[in-house]
Nanobody
Framework: QVQLVESGGGLVQPGGSLRLSCAAS????????MGWYRQAPGKERELVAR???????TYADSVKGRFTISRDNAKNTVDLQMNSLKPEDTAVYYC????????????????WGQGTQVTVSS
């Protein structure tokens, strides 16, 4: 069973920084992509940043130049460094992983963490 566990959320003042971390654990063959999404109250979940293995890194326009996503393939982790935070960055942030597992067959599925709250407020 694959699990994604996030950490690092909290309350920060506008202009401040936070670092989110996510670790994948369990039994799997490989990780094709890892990323971060967020969902603010009353809004749909949206992509923040995503890294595809051997492929491009994608950022939402609203976070370009402020957020940086990084992966450690050896540790199966993905981090999101968030700088110059704004009140509009307030949301629950979710870690996402596209992971290949073997049970009755080899299959690729999307997994989600439980979410971590980020609040930007003075």
């Amino acid at each position: 069973q694959v699990q994604l566990v996030e950490s690092g959320g909290g309350l920060v003042q506008p202009g401040g920084s936070l670092r989110l971390s996510c670790a994948a654990s369990g039994s799997f063959l490989s990780i094709n992509a890892m990323g971060w999404y967020r969902q603010a109250p009353g809004k749909e979940r949206e992509l923040v940043a995503r890294i595809i293995s051997g492929g491009p890194t994608t950022y939402a326009d609203s976070v370009k130049g402020r957020f940086t996503i990084s992966r450690d393939n050896a540790k199966n982790t993905v981090d999101l460094q968030m700088n110059s935070l704004k009140p509009e960055d307030t949301a629950v942030y979710y870690c996402e992983g596209v992971i290949v597992v073997r049970d009755s067959a080899i299959r690729m599925s999307e997994y989600w963490g439980q979410g971590t709250q980020v609040t930007v407020s003075s």
